[in-house]
């Protein structure tokens, strides 16, 4: 249970695929059943940004654990007025067992986890979102009794956190991958070799400009905002650019027929996807936020190596 003992995940590539597997196994167990931490723990939440689902599926998950949450509202503590991250994570470090934070750059956060000794999680930052991705995959598991061999379109922005966790995700799940966008939304280059090298051939990685060649015959359907948090003011000036990429009935039409479709909420209905998708037989996304506190639960006994 504790093979990840103080380590820090901030992206999905820190995990190996046995880990992965290993987590995926504890969550389903933690959904009917209970573990208790044998020490009293403290999690703390540093977030910059808004949250519902992670804010609360943390604070819940530590709660089941029978640990404590401290909730580091930024603009009440001195991260606010410039403290060096450097010396708020040494800081933090002596008062916390496990940090989880939601940030914009990425680099926030690997300067927290070389200065801070306890596990930090990636709660969200422009370029990841691991943490959803653990649940996304917990689900498509439930849907299919496997995830090795299963087909996931991801449609929308590729440029955003979530293609790219997803990415990462399926290649080490050995889920073949599509990600339709817009030519100007695809995701980093980057990120899509270090999929291809964890890959090592075993899943198809595809990005495509075409919505129904990248939903055709696939087994889950996966959409997110067209404009994330941060970039609000692009909203309006992006609906023309993505409205091609909508999941609605016509194009739910060209994926498989036992499809699910999944989306990491919060969700703009009409834009990205329609009410008749959200609500209908195929939707799995009320499990999909449940899963986040499984998930999670996992992830921190696994990181606090269940003590
Ligand atoms: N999916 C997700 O991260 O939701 P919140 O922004 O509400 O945490």
Redesign the pocket.
């Known amino acids: 249970m504790g093979a990840l003992k103080g380590r820090d995940l901030l992206s999905m590539a820190d995990l190996t695929v046995d880990e992965l597997h290993e987590l995926l196994q504890l969550a389903a167990q933690l959904k009917s059943g209970k573990i208790q931490l044998k020490r009293q723990k403290i999690l703390g939440l540093l977030f910059y940004?808004?949250?519902?689902?992670?804010?609360?599926?943390f604070t819940s998950a530590m709660y089941r654990l029978g640990g404590q949450v401290q909730d580091l509202n930024p603009s009440v503590t001195q991260v606010s007025r410039g403290e060096p991250i450097a010396d708020t994570a040494r800081v933090l470090d002596r008062y916390l067992d496990i940090l989880a934070i939601?940030t914009f750059d990425q680099r926030d956060l690997e300067t927290f986890a070389n200065y801070a000794e306890i596990p930090v999680i990636n709660?969200?930052s422009d370029l990841e979102?691991p943490?959803?991705v653990l649940a996304d995959l917990q689900t498509v598991q439930e849907s299919f009794n496997t995830l090795a061999g299963v087909t996931l379109t991801y449609i929308g922005d590729g440029s955003n956190n979530m293609a790219h966790s997803l990415l990462l995700g399926c290649a080490l799940a050995g889920m073949n991958i599509r990600i339709a966008s817009p030519v100007d939304y695809q995701p980093l280059e980057s990120i899509v070799q270090k999929a291809k090298a964890i890959a090592h051939d075993r899943v198809e990685i595809t990005v495509t400009p075409d919505p129904i060649a990248g939903v055709k015959s696939t087994q889950v359907v996966y959409t997110d905002v067209w404009a994330s948090?941060g970039q609000e003011n692009l909203a309006e000036s992006r609906i023309p650019i993505f409205q091609p990429y909508q999941v609605n009935e016509a194009l739910m039409a060209y994926a498989d027929k036992a499809a699910i479709v999944l989306h990491?909420?919060?969700a703009h209905r009409g834009e990205e996807i329609t009410d008749a998708v959200m609500e209908g037989s195929q939707s799995r996304v009320w499990d999909q936020?449940e899963n986040?506190m499984h998930v999670q639960q996992a992830l921190i006994a696994s990181l606090l190596g269940a003590e």
């Open positions: 940004k808004a949250s519902t689902r992670t804010r609360v599926s939601r709660a969200l979102h943490c959803q948090m990491c909420l919060p936020a986040r």
